[in-house]
């Protein structure tokens, strides 16, 4: 029984410590013994428990998955989450190890990211040691809402005709579940094709990267105006607030006969392209309108050989103010000598066979190809030159699927052909030009193209030389020897190599050829990397003594680097630096090297450093927008380098070189563009950005400011705005007020808002821009009917106080027209003419008093009391007016009487609105004839009674003609006023022959009393 032996024990069916405190045995034949030991294990059971950082969440967030796992017995070997989604499918996410809790407990934890469908998501969380142990936890994904936009359909509508409404509608911020769409007609003027169970349409179900697309058909079937209703409902599911998950839109239509016929906006090539090779397709786009809607359009092309072809349109998209885009895809097949134009136009009609045609547009075709060569400009023997060709048409696109023909002319002028473009250079190859002509052709076009190449047999060796402070020995001093090689290229040499090194194979000093201690040694493989050269070679024996060593390089394939020497220097006695001679190099400075002992020197000659910044250091990006930096390399060491470049960064996108080349000496620039998505968050990031070659790397950092979009910003403006807005609205709804065109122009603010969101997460800048111009003219909309509605309200709710103001307003501007103005005149003339009825009768008294003392004479007293006399009873019959106008206004009579008709109010306004027009209207006319004598002379020309023509100073005009620029104004401005002129002659008659009759009368009462003035002179006489 002796050996190893073991037994399992299972039966751990309690916990606790359990003892071990005695073995048996039992051997061959039956006999038992048994020995002490003393031994325990302890039994435990392993604990898990399990949380999740949120229980709902919408579909971009992470879940928080964490397990504190205690009480093992054994290693955690992993704990794993199986994620069983809504779809279906299982995901494995491994929950990594963190920090170690109190009482021996461990933390596994990871962020959960693939949310793809809304809804219940199960997680089976397993913890694996010796034993499992498992726990179950859930969350849900939020649903989404609905987006409407419409595809095809419009406003308008031509009456008795069929159309279509096709909507597409997308899950916005999650899926949607049982998704019906209901459309609504409420008019007389549109009718559905379908009965009503058609217009109810339903999915199962549509995730956010899904769409659906819906469409009805409606008849017009009276002229008038109507609205359309789209109602989008998720009928089972409710979001986290306790609704369903709904959106409507409402579009105002109007159905009306169409006389009118359609519009084309524009016609246009795609990319504005004037030229195409042949057999290739000309995309041509129109954008066609219509007052209802735009039914189809053609384009018709005219080939160079004259044929003619007409080419039916796909409509492409139909726009929110009713322009339909139409796309016509036109094949050119054809080529004529010094002909190439092929000349198009669109016609477009609607459904009521109304047409219109474009002007003609046209392009042009060629048969040339632009050819590139691909091939380096130099090659050593035994390498492949692989020739690729880049073929362009005239767009500076790529061509694929052509047929090609390369040839290779060499130095001795003979020709290979490459079939599969490829051509080995041998090692028997002569070294000099080689040339490569291609031809390519596809469908009639045709292209070609030649390029020069070199074949060398010479390589590039390179002896790695010490850093700075080891660049010199010290005496007799072994040394490896290491090398790099390199094609004439500067590429990393693969194939083997051949050398022959001559050196001190010696402490002893002694070079050459010239006595046996000289070693010559031949191996191979020596790359890229490094050869050690092995057995050693040895330093000067002397201080600052100049050394050097001789090699050669070459491979099978007759490449080689040509016999060279490279020379070092000895430390000097003192330790310090020495210069070395003409033809060697040192990197300067220090001893280096123990008589006796191997050391192992990296040779290096030349120098490969550089020179790296950033420009500027410190850049500011819009969200959305994107910007640059410019990297700076200035090469300062011996060598070319080509940089690898690498970015890190958390803010943008970064796109520029892999690598970079600079040259010994040189310096360049690269150019880095950073692109800023519309989803990050605002703030300073710094940007790490790495160049490195084989031996050394260099990183330097920019700060990047990411401020936030100003459309965003204008659309949180917005936002706020629609909500107080929307407050508005509801308080008018509240208090009675039929608010239906306020809620749809809201509908209209609120899907243009999701649709600027829904370009935010889809970084679509110009979608972004658009919406939010959109929002802001949409906006304007709302307020002005707000502002409209408060108006009227204001109007109803004061109408009372407004009638009651207007009323007195009407009633006191009659009384002061009608009554105090013409009052106050007619006392005001009325007391000027009491004054001059006082003057004229004083006057009159003088005369007489005059006379009477014989100051005067009887003639000249005769006339001086005719005109007094004549005055007195004038302004005596004026004070008699207006009495009688008083006593009437004062009676409520108002200035009805003929005599006070000059003190109503539109008499004392005389120069009223039409004395203006007349006024302005006269001054345009004089101007306008200045202008015309300063530019030309004009000769009015006059048509007389016989018809003949005559000039100005014509006696018997009656018709005047203008001609000129302005004929017809001139014309009706002569014609009225002459009519005014006439009218105005015909008045003043009248009025001079009512004068006629009062002198008359007046020239009767003078007679009278001039003769009772003669009696009474002759009684004074008699007397």
Known sequence: ISGQWSYVFNDTEFLGVYNVSKLYRRDADGDVGSFDV??????????????????????????????????NASAIENVTAYILKPDGYLDVVELHDGKIGDFGTYYYANNYTNTTRSGEYIINITVYAQNTVTENQSFTINYGWPFIQLIEGGINYENNTNNTRKYQISAIGGDLANVTAMMYVNSSVLEFNNDTAEKNKSIIYMGTTDGWIVEWNITTIN?????????????????????????????????????????IEN??????????????????????????????????????????????????????????????????ITILTNITLYDFYTNASDYSENTNISSVMSFNTTNVYDVSINIYDVYNRGEIVNVTLDVLNVNNLSVAGFSETINLNDTQGNTTFLGDGTYYVTPSNLTGVYTINSNVSKYGNSGNSSMNFNITDELIATVFTPPAGYALFTPKAPMTVKFRVSNKRGDAYADNANYTVKCYTTDTGVWGSKNDSIGEYTGANITWNQYDLNPVCYAATTFSTQFSIEYNLSDDVNNNTGIDTHFWITKSDSGGSSEPPSGGSSSGGGGFGVPGQNTTIIIE???????????PDIITI???????????????????????????????????????????KDKDNFP???STNLTVTPAEYSVSVMTKTLDRKKIETVVVVIEENEYIEDLNEIKTRASELKLIISQYKNSGVNVEILERQYDIIEASILKAQKAIVDNDVDGLRAEVNSLKVEKLKLEAEITGLRTILWLNENKENIIIGLVSFVFLFFFTTKFILPYAWMKTDLRHLRKREKELTEIRKSTEIQYFKRQIDEATFNKMMADKHSALIEVRTKIGDIDIALSLLMRGKSTSHEGSKKYSVSSKFKFGFSRIIDFVRRKLHLKVVKKEEVVKPRQDMFVVNNGFNATNNSKNIQTKTYSGPFASIRQKYHDWAKKKKESKIDEEIQVLEKKEKKLEKKEETIKSEISDLEKEKQDVENS
């Open 605 to 615: 000659g030349n120098s490969t450093d550089y020179n790296f910044l950033l420009k």
């Open 622 to 664: 819009m969200k959305g927008d994107v910007g640059s930096i410019t990297g700076v390399v200035d090469n300062i060491g011996d060598f070319d380098v080509n940089l690898s470049i690498a970015i890190e960064g958390d803010c943008c996108s970064f796109e520029t070189n892999d690598y970079f080349y600079v040259k010994t």
């Open 672 to 674: 880095i563009s950073l």
């Open 38 to 71: 003393f031994d325990e294990f302890d039994t435990k059971i392993l604990e898990m428990n399990t949380t999740l950082d949120k229980k709902t969440a919408n579909m971009t967030d992470a879940i928080f998955i964490q397990a504190e796992v205690g009480n």
């Open 223 to 263: 002229i008038g105006l109507s609205y359309v209703n789209l109602t989008i409902k998720n009928n089972t599911v409710l979001n986290p607030n306790g609704y369903y998950n709904e959106r409507n839109t409402t579009v105002n239509v109007s159905a009306d006969s169409d006389i009118e016929d359609p519009i």
């Open 267 to 332: 016609l246009w090539i795609e990319n504005n392209y004037t030229i195409y090779n042949l057999n290739e397709t000309a995309i041509i786009y129109a954008n066609i309108s219509d007052n209802f809607n735009v039914k189809s359009a053609f384009l018709n092309i005219t080939h160079p050989t004259g044929f003619s072809e007409n080419i039916d349109g796909e409509r492409v998209i139909t726009y929110d103010n009713g322009i339909a885009k139409f796309k016509f895809e036109a094949e050119n």
